[in-house]
């Protein structure tokens, strides 16, 4: 694992290995290495490749996961060097899996499809030229013209994707519109991935949005009417969970996604204050929302899971010193009549833009 600064190697395997729990996978083991630079041809030394190697034997392991993006080169010399009998994959390749699995509408299987080609694009160059040594060169140059047949059938497959999904989103497009011409203010929900985002929602409409320990339960934005005591609504949307290097052929994928935040009343970022890492995964989200460009919109921050802190008071009293700061627990419902309050007057501002959209 390289680190990035915030979150250390270990840190960030332990999520690793997270995500691989969450893909389906039980975790043997794992280990990391110190490099000036990652070795070229492996990534890793020729002394961990050894190491690793010897655990793969012990421990009966099917899958070799590294924390890093590798490249077709690197991904073929591991496979080799660790004696041909396990799969080694990346974490891009193992979130675009999850993301894979869990795309629920037709929407969200549109953008990982269209990722999931788009990673695999410049790793199928390697392939071919490798089949071709394997012949003993008998086949010379056939490789090569494999290779530009592949890329071609790719490139169509994406350029049809492309199209498919311009269409579905101008379809939503319209019922954005629409919706926005009705005077109910959209709260956007945004945060780093199981931070208690889907709880959050369920606890406040009833709603049955999956919510599971697991990294990115959350795969396409789910919007909810909420009532509060007055009377007034809200429009609670939920969306996909933020996550240190999410790789850059899915932030691609689902910005459109994400852009539907920049057209809400209100941002509502929910922090897992019971986190060690809570501040490094407040950052990250922070840097997807910075690209965003949605500065201007109105912020609140959550403060969840304070029942799983050990000094809740503690943790009131820094809260209350700050004013766009709520303590919830969206798991037992506490604080969530505070929360809807400070919707409520941080909508205020915004509710007079959104009847100003009324003619
Ligand atoms: P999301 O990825 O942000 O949508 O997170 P989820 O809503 O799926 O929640 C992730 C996990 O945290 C689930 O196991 C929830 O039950 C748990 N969780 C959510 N809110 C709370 C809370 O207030 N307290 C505790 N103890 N657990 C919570």
Not at 110 to 121: G, H, I, N
Not at 151 to 162: A, C, M
Request: glycine letters at 6%; a neutral charge; proline letters at 3%.
């Amino acid at each position: 694992s390289v680190s990035d600064g915030s979150f250390s190697s270990e840190e960030s395997l332990k999520e690793l290995g997270q995500l691989a729990d969450t893909a389906g996978l039980t975790v043997a083991g794992s280990t990391y290495q110190k490099l000036a630079n990652p070795n070229p041809r492996t990534y890793i030394g020729s002394g961990k490749v050894a190491e690793i190697k010897t655990a793969i034997n012990a421990l009966d392991v099917e899958t070799v996961i590294f924390d890093d993006e590798l490249s077709a080169g690197q991904l073929r010399n591991l496979e080799k060097a660790f004696g041909g009998k396990v799969r080694v994959c990346d974490r891009t390749a193992l979130i675009l899996d999850i993301f894979n699995q869990r795309a629920a509408t037709h929407e969200a299987a549109l953008q990982v499809a269209l990722a999931q080609m788009e990673y695999q694009l410049p790793r199928l160059t390697k392939m071919w030229t490798h089949l071709e040594r394997q012949s003993g060169g008998q086949v010379k140059g056939m490789g090569e013209k494999q290779i530009e047949v592949d890329k071609r059938i790719l490139r169509t497959q994406i350029g049809v994707l492309k199209k498919e999904l311009d269409s579905v989103r101008q379809h939503r497009k319209q019922y954005r519109i629409r919706r926005l011409s009705v005077p109910v203010p959209v709260v956007s929900l945004v945060g780093y991935t199981n931070a208690g985002k889907s709880t959050l929602l369920n606890h406040l409409t009833g709603a049955n949005v999956l919510a599971e320990d697991q990294l990115f339960a959350t795969l396409d934005p789910t919007t909810r009417r909420v009532q509060m005591k007055n009377g007034k609504e809200f429009l609670l949307t939920d969306t996909v969970g933020f996550i240190q290097k999410l790789p850059t052929t899915l932030v691609a994928a689902f910005r459109a996604t994400l852009e539907e935040i920049s057209e809400s009343s209100l941002l509502v970022h929910v922090v897992d204050i019971s986190h060690p890492l809570a501040q490094q995964q407040i950052d990250a989200v922070d840097k997807v929302l910075s690209e965003l460009d949605v500065s201007s919109i109105p912020k609140l921050i959550v403060w969840n899971k304070v029942d799983k802190v050990s000094d809740p008071c503690k943790l009131r009293i820094e809260a209350e010193a700050r004013e766009d700061v709520i303590c919830v627990s969206a798991l037992s419902g506490d604080g969530l009549q505070e929360f809807c309050d400070a919707v409520q007057s941080k909508l205020k501002d915004s509710m007079v833009w959104v009847e100003a959209l009324i003619p």
